[in-house]
């Protein structure tokens, strides 16, 4: 089955104490990119990655990292979380592509990653 | 500026009829696609609709039909014949560009409740 797999999907931690919350895609998709979601919000994009080894900020990056190493994973790492960072987490993941052409290109996310930082 | 506004925080809707869901955007590029994705309690997003900016008929997939008004810049989602289990939050969110920068902007939601 096509999918999006993140990992956990629950967590609890304390403050300062780094973690690492796994995506993994098995579409062979060239694009990936993390999601955070909050009430009233809506989601806002933390990271992003158009290919290997290709990555850049989104509209909300402080406080997270991400690396790209293969290209079905593609890990957010918190290094040092704060309560701000409580939030709900989602990977995302399409086709990367060119030209002119408007396609719908639609974004396949994971389950979702529910984060508490006490 | 909010580029996506979804102005109705809740909704309700009697089992059987329909709704619409608001959803106004607001762009410069002549290129842009509209989506609409459902969550539910358990908190995926599922993808259930788009429109491209260049599209001339509205876009239908089953129960849910995008109500594109290019001029107006606006995006409602309508449900007919609404089910207990459209109960759900609903986004409506945007990209701009072709698509090989997929960022989507999303509005801050509508929960919709369906009552038997």
């Known amino acids: 089955e096509a999918q999006v797999t993140q990992n956990p999907r629950y967590l609890i931690t304390v403050t300062g104490k780094k973690l690492t919350v796994t995506c993994s895609q098995n579409?062979?998709?060239?694009?990936m990119s993390w999601y955070r979601q909050d009430p009233g919000l809506g989601l806002r994009q933390i990271y992003y990655?158009?290919?290997?080894?290709?990555?850049d900020k989104g509209d909300v990056p402080e406080g997270y990292k991400v690396s790209r190493k293969e290209k079905r994973n593609f890990p957010l790492i918190l290094e040092s979380p704060s309560p701000n960072q409580t939030s709900l987490y989602f990977c995302?993941?399409?086709?990367?592509?060119?030209?002119?052409?408007?396609?719908?290109?639609?974004?396949?996310f994971g389950a979702g990653s529910r984060l508490t930082v006490l | 500026a909010q580029k996506i506004t979804q102005t109705q925080p809740g909704m309700f809707v009697q089992e059987k009829e329909a709704v619409t869901l608001d959803c106004t955007y607001d762009?410069?590029?002549?290129?842009?696609?509209l989506f609409w994705y459902k969550q539910p309690s358990s908190g995926e997003m599922i993808f259930l609709i788009y429109?491209?900016?260049?599209?001339?008929q509205n876009a239908t997939e089953g129960r849910y039909s995008l109500n594109f008004q290019k001029a107006r810049k606006s995006a409602n989602l309508v449900i007919s014949a609404s089910q207990l289990g459209d109960s759900a939050m609903y986004f409506c969110?945007?990209?701009?560009?072709?698509?090989?920068?997929?960022?989507?902007?999303f509005g801050a939601g509508t929960r919709l409740a369906v009552h038997p």
């Open positions: 995302a993941s399409s086709v990367r592509t060119g030209g002119n052409v408007l396609v719908a290109n639609v974004l396949t």
């Open positions: 579409m062979n998709h060239e694009y």
């Open positions: 990655s158009m290919n290997v080894e290709v990555t």
């Open positions: 762009t410069s590029d002549p290129s842009y696609g």
């Open positions: 429109q491209g900016s260049y599209d001339q």
């Open positions: 969110a945007m990209r701009e560009g072709t698509g090989g920068y997929n960022k989507l902007i």
